[in-house]
T-cell receptor, first 114, second 112 residues
Framework: AQSVTQPDIHITVSEGASLELRCNYS??????LFWYVQSPGQGLQLLLK??????LVQGIKGFEAEFKRSQSSFNLRKPSVHWSDAAEYFC????????????FGGGTRLMVKP | NAGVTQTPKFRILKIGQSMTLQCTQD?????MYWYRQDPGMGLKLIYY???????DKGEVPNGYNVSRSTTEDFPLRLELAAPSQTSVYFC???????????FGQGTRLTVV
């Protein structure tokens, strides 16, 4: 069965520092991959997505993610974190040609220190 | 710019009561989903629909029912509420499969 793993439940970074959130997927074939952000009390907002092509994808709010097939990873990065980036981040996948079963990781809660 | 709208935002139910969580979208999306979110568990798919009149079970369907009589609406029904159904419920829609999903603001349900 497909699964998405986010190894870090909580991460704290200082404002202005760089950020990397880890995500590993289990499905063998190339999946469709997504990163969503959830601010407190809000729904989920799409940050970026990877379907095919260039393995480095750019998203909103200065985020980017890199698809690495050899490592089954799709890590989210940001060069300089802002206090407003404090939120919960979810990685998700839909396996290629497997319909619409969007599967989420457990989430990583990001805290930003002033 | 309504997108996906869920009502109510909050609800407290007693054990054994029933209720319907409403979800409507104005983007003419064929696909709609119901997820529940529990701390540390991410989102789990309860039911989904690929079009009016078609529904299917997701990962955690027990204790829930859905219907899809129109493209816009996808209500989720709890018949006999149990404490294990205390959660935050999210409705989402997408134009077709294998694309991004658009989420509502969520319904926080507590069963006591």
């Amino acid at each position: 069965a497909q699964s998405v793993t986010q190894p870090d439940i909580h991460i704290t970074v200082s404002e202005g520092a760089s950020l990397e959130l880890r995500c590993n997927y289990s499905y063998g074939a190339t999946p469709y991959l997504f990163w969503y952000v959830q601010s407190p009390g809000q729904g989920l907002q799409l940050l970026l997505k990877y379907f095919s092509g260039d393995t480095l994808v750019q998203g909103i709010k200065g985020f980017e993610a890199e698809f690495k097939r050899s490592q089954s990873s799709f890590n989210l990065r940001k060069p300089s974190v802002h206090w407003s980036d404090a939120a919960e981040y979810f990685c998700a996948e839909v396996p290629y040609n497997a319909g619409n079963m969007l599967t989420f990781g457990g989430g990583t809660r990001l805290m930003v220190k002033p | 710019n309504a997108g996906v709208t869920q009502t109510p935002k909050f609800r407290i139910l007693k054990i054994g009561q029933s209720m319907t969580l409403q979800c409507t979208q104005d983007m003419n999306h064929n696909y709609m989903y119901w997820y529940r979110q529990d701390p540390g568990m991410g989102l789990k798919l309860i039911y989904y629909s690929v079009g009016a009149g078609i529904t299917d079970k997701g990962e955690v369907p027990n204790g829930y029912n859905v219907s899809r009589s129109t493209t816009e609406d996808f209500p989720l029904r709890l018949e006999l509420a149990a404490p294990s159904q205390t959660s935050v419920y999210f409705c989402a829609s997408s134009p077709r499969d294998n694309t991004e999903a658009f989420f509502g603001q969520g319904t926080r349900l507590t069963v006591v």
